[in-house]
């Protein structure tokens, strides 16, 4: 067990404060509470489990359901009709700027609000995820089963907004409180939400607003998602599914494991095709021996790993 040390568990030894917490104050500072680490509430059950790994951080959208049952593509369509209409492009346009706003900001909402657009974060979600066919997300009871048997705490870590996130868990037939925390793009944004107009003044937003965007694959949003766990990030899992977040998430010392990709990556400690692979690909989350060859899942992918040279582009999402 190893959780940093800002709230050390009952009984456990006192040590050196993390180098990262140094580098964390200016990330809270936008946050008048922000909240205890999981590690200073989980109750620690694994104890002493042969596991290596005191927890596990897992994205949402494309990671615990396939990228193919049309919400990516849907909310594609809905983040150009929002550019379409908040900016007055063309539908061609607008899809090549949806994606010039994800390579340049990481977002289309992060690009607006750096060009000065007048975008509020609960319209933008309301229109690009409030509008998703969510019927097309079915209950997955493996899933829930799955999460369930995971014995290390468990945080959901998603560029989404709550609502959504919240939507999903639903459809998927997850409880929310299968989690111990969820890290989604209020928490990480908490200062877009402090609206000036609130105030009383009329008119454009002050040119003083900070309308930075913090989001995965940002180092301040890794930061941050490991701070807010509270365990050394050596000891903690990373599951998404894009090439990006897994690099950045090597970058601050996670272990990772790619989701629902063909080839590996410089960065990714394991390859999964999908969530449901996980017991079969990384056994030793439940403490249990790897297999040789990673189990009959496992063999198949690291197999496919070796043979597949067709590297699959990142999706350009948000
Ligand atoms: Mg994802």
Redesign the pocket.
């Known amino acids: 067990m190893a959780p940093l040390n800002m709230w050390p568990l009952p009984g456990a030894a006192p040590s050196r404060p993390s180098l990262l917490l140094l580098l964390l104050p200016p990330l809270f500072s936008r946050m008048q509470h922000p909240p205890p680490p999981v590690a200073s509430v989980a109750v620690m059950e694994f104890r002493g489990s042969k596991s290596p790994f005191d927890c596990l951080l897992l994205?949402?959208?494309?990671?615990l359901y396939s990228s193919t049952i049309g919400i990516r593509q849907a909310c594609k369509k809905n983040i150009e009709d929002f550019l379409a209409s908040k900016c007055g492009v063309s539908e061609g346009r607008a899809s090549a700027l949806r994606v010039e706003h994800f390579r340049s900001h990481g977002s289309s909402l992060a690009g607006l609000l750096a060009l000065g657009y007048d975008v509020h974060p609960d319209e933008y979600h309301s229109f690009v995820h409030g509008r998703l066919p969510y019927e097309l997300i079915r209950p997955d009871a493996g899933l829930r089963e799955l999460l369930l048997s995971i014995p290390q705490p468990k945080i959901l870590f998603t560029n989404s907004d709550r609502q959504h996130a919240r939507r999903t868990l639903r459809r998927l037939g997850v409880e929310e409180d299968c989690f111990h925390r969820i890290i989604c793009f209020e928490t990480m944004n908490p200062h877009l939400f402090k609206d000036e107009r609130e105030t009383g003044s009329s008119g454009p937003l002050p040119a003083t607003r900070n309308v930075e965007v913090i989001l995965k694959p940002s180092a301040a949003a890794m930061k941050m998602a490991v701070w807010l766990a509270g365990f050394a990030p050596h000891r903690t899992l990373f599951v998404?599914?894009?090439e990006r977040n897994i690099a950045a998430g090597k970058a601050i010392g996670l272990r990772t494991a790619l989701v629902g990709k063909r080839e590996r990556t410089k960065e990714d400690d394991y390859l999964l095709d999908s969530i449901s692979e996980l017991r079969q690909v990384i056994p030793e989350i439940w403490g249990e021996q790897e297999k040789k060859g990673g189990g009959e899942h496992g063999a198949a992918t690291t197999m496919r790993r070796d043979l597949d040279s067709i590297r699959e582009t990142t999706p350009i999402g948000a």
Do not use: K
């Open positions: 994205d949402l959208d494309d990671t998404d599914d894009n």
